[in-house]
């Protein structure tokens, strides 16, 4: 597609339940990050994919989070056990290839979780 | 600790008038980046500034990186209503993510 895209744009779930959202890339950018926005925050980083592979995941708050990205284009980012402190607006952001200082990011509107 | 410190945190001006935002930090960056952000949508790059004392001219929009490149600023001439957003600015840390400041929130009054 044009954008980047992620699905649910909003996301209301119970405390404890499952949640999975998802983001599409631009078509044939190979890095993938995912990044958490709380209200009145810049953005801060949870996992970053290039390719396939996690390279760097070291933003993940606590094994309750979990990427994937199988097979090197969509990416699905998975929290357990919802607690209400998860509630943010989750940004995906892809771009041609890693190390863009220059290039930057193109993110997607993001999906705002809340946990109730 | 917050690395990338934004000042004004919010900032709220009348159609027409002058503004000037800061991007600091203790920490030394081989180059920074502004995005905006508008609600409901996610952060848009406006610019990336790479070289010491660099300026860069985007329409009504102008960016300056520091020196010692440790400090950026977004000066707007004129702003209009269509500049309302969240500002944010943005800097390389290990590997390949972004460290974000805490933003600055523009809203211009027609």
């Known amino acids: 597609g044009a954008g980047v895209s992620q699905t649910p744009s909003n996301k209301v779930t119970e405390k404890g339940k499952y949640v999975e959202l998802r983001c599409d890339p631009i078509s044939g950018h190979t890095a993938l990050y995912w990044y958490r926005q709380s209200l009145g925050q810049g953005p801060e980083f949870l996992i970053y994919f290039q390719g396939t592979g996690a390279a760097d995941d070291s933003g993940l708050p606590n094994d309750r989070f979990f990427a994937v990205r199988p097979e090197g284009s969509v990416s699905t980012l998975k929290i357990q056990r919802t607690e209400r402190g998860d509630s943010a607006v989750y940004l995906c952001a892809s771009s041609l290839k890693a190390g863009t200082g220059i290039h930057g990011y193109t993110f997607g509107s993001g999906t705002r979780l809340t946990v109730v | 600790t917050q690395l990338l410190e934004q000042s004004p945190q919010f900032l709220s001006i009348q159609e027409g008038e002058n503004l000037t935002v800061y991007c600091n930090s203790s920490s030394v960056f081989s180059s920074l980046q502004w995005y905006r952000q508008e609600p409901g949508e996610g952060p848009v790059l406006l610019v990336t500034?790479?070289?010491?004392?660099e300026v860069k001219k985007l329409k009504r929009l102008t960016f300056q990186f520091g020196d010692a490149r440790k400090d950026s600023s977004l000066h707007i001439t004129a702003a209009q209503p269509g500049d309302t957003g969240l500002y944010l600015c943005?800097?390389?840390?290990?590997?390949?993510?972004?460290?974000f400041g805490t933003g600055t929130s523009l809203t211009v009054i027609p």
């Open positions: 943005a800097g390389p840390a290990t590997g390949n993510q972004f460290y």
């Open positions: 500034v790479v070289t010491g004392g």
